[in-house]
């Protein structure tokens, strides 16, 4: 029986149903309120907390040794805050490599961390833009001094293009500082070009898979997740060596996403980031004959596993329950109305196979819809009134539904 553990507090909706196959068996350690312990591809779930929240979820997970000790197989997980922790808790190095998805002890500064993925490319020669870590606003000033162009400050922890920033010069940094609580940061070499996102899988730091995106939608601006994507065959190739090449130095052993901006200057690949963990677009795989649990079971870089069949026209996957649960959460009626026009039969891949979780997801959005509806009412009401309701706490609790899903 193969064995897969996935970590995942809340996180993401889609895994379980890529992984399951013949004599697979997924062990599902979530909260209480994770909406993967209705999926139907789940043979067991261990609830570690109950809180809405999930705060304490880490914590405790690294409370219940004897679980930890009792885990033979492949462990994911679904977001780098988990990681984060993880690495930098005090669980011994042997048990936090068995964990986590790497196995070299240096690289596990870069789990859920942008400084120490920075910190390790500029030891190990793994090619990103230029890029240099600070701690303080004076040592950004700094670094930023040495930049001839335009640069992009982010904030080392965080996801979804919460903590990015980009300034034309050092002027524009001084006049413009960013948060107290980004630091520590990175200062990046800004890469005009277009991102590509890639999916790959490693195996004790051994590329075994991996698809390649581009002409990529952003659900807000052009930051943050991401709503549709064209995967195809890439103009070039130059970043399968960089993903060798990182496999090599972390060990890595898992399920990576990755992002590269493509140069329109030099026609390169060059690394912005890389997050080891299990993301919705994985379920894709099957589309182009890539099933990844089977690959992680032959454990053969030899047979890499890639989409080659696909042309220069690519293939174009749209996330429709994404855009709208973002649609409902922004009030962008607009939006919610255009993509309801959209087919029924193209609103959804056709391979999405949990019909427990698809049952969940279609409830969730029409919890959205009221509480959607009623905060767009508030913004319409007199100010007086509607000051009276937040002094009442009505709108904050409305507020907080919709962010709580």
């Known amino acids: 029986m193969f064995q897969i553990y996935l970590v995942s507090a809340h996180g993401h909706r889609r895994i379980p149903e890529f992984l399951a196959g013949p004599d697979v068996r997924i062990t599902l350690i979530c909260c209480s309120h994770n909406v993967l312990k209705k999926?139907?591809?789940?043979?067991?779930?261990?609830?570690?907390?109950?809180?809405?929240?999930?705060?304490?979820?880490?914590?405790?997970?690294?409370?219940?040794?004897?679980?930890?000790?009792?885990?033979?197989?492949?462990?994911?997980?679904?977001?780098?805050?988990?990681?984060?922790?993880?690495?930098?808790?005090?669980?011994?190095?042997?048990?936090?490599?068995?964990?986590?998805?790497?196995?070299?002890?240096n690289a596990l500064k870069i789990l859920g961390s942008k400084s120490g993925m920075v910190e390790l490319a500029n030891e190990t020669g793994i090619k990103m833009p230029r890029s240099l870590t600070a701690n303080s606003h004076e040592e950004l000033l700094e670094h930023a001094k040495t930049y001839a162009s335009a640069f992009l400050v982010k904030g080392s922890r965080g996801s979804g293009g919460t903590s990015v920033k980009k300034f034309e010069t050092v002027t524009s940094l001084v006049n413009d500082p960013i948060p107290e609580e980004w630091f520590p940061v990175i200062i990046q070499e800004f890469v005009e070009g277009n991102e590509r996102s890639i999916e790959a899988l490693f195996n004790n730091g051994k590329l075994l898979a991996w698809m390649y995106a581009d002409q990529i939608v952003y659900l807000r601006n052009k930051i943050g997740p991401t709503s549709s994507r064209r995967y195809r065959t890439p103009p070039l190739m130059d970043f399968h060596d960089v993903l060798i090449k990182f496999g090599e130095v972390t060990?890595?052993?898992?399920?990576?996403?990755?992002?590269?901006?493509?140069?329109?200057?030099?026609?390169?690949?060059?690394?912005?980031?890389?997050?080891?963990?299990?993301?919705?677009?994985?379920?894709?795989?099957?589309?182009?004959?890539?099933?990844?649990?089977?690959?992680?079971?032959?454990n053969s870089p030899q047979s890499e596993k890639y989409p080659h069949i696909l042309s220069e026209d690519g293939f174009y996957i749209r996330m429709w329950q994404r855009e709208m649960e973002q649609a409902l959460y922004d009030h962008d009626w607009r939006l919610a109305y255009s993509l309801l026009k959209i087919k029924r039969s193209d609103r959804h891949p056709h391979i999405y196979q949990d019909v427990s979780v698809n049952r969940a997801l279609k409830l969730r959005l029409f919890r959205l819809l009221p509480l959607a509806l009623a905060k767009t009412a508030?913004?319409?009401?007199?100010?007086?009134?509607?000051?009276?309701?937040?002094e009442r706490g009505i709108a904050s609790k409305i507020g907080s539904q919709i962010a709580g899903g």
């Not at 007199?382 to 309701?389: A, G, H, N, T």
Request: charged content about 30%; hydrophobic content about 40%.
């Open 39 to 105: 999926s139907d591809f789940v043979d067991e779930v261990i609830v570690i907390s109950d809180h809405k929240r999930c705060e304490t979820f880490i914590s405790k997970f690294l409370k219940n040794r004897e679980l930890i000790e009792s885990l033979d197989g492949w462990i994911l997980f679904s977001g780098d805050e988990e990681m984060y922790q993880i690495a930098n808790s005090n669980l011994s190095t042997e048990l936090k490599l068995k964990l986590l998805p790497v196995r070299n002890a």
């Open 378 to 390: 508030l913004a319409l009401l007199p100010k007086s009134v509607e000051r009276k309701l937040r």
């Open 251 to 298: 060990k890595a052993h898992g399920f990576g996403s990755m992002a590269f901006m493509y140069s329109i200057k030099d026609k390169q690949h060059y690394l912005v980031e890389a997050d080891l963990r299990t993301n919705d677009w994985l379920n894709f795989g099957r589309i182009f004959g890539i099933n990844w649990t089977e690959v992680m079971r032959a």
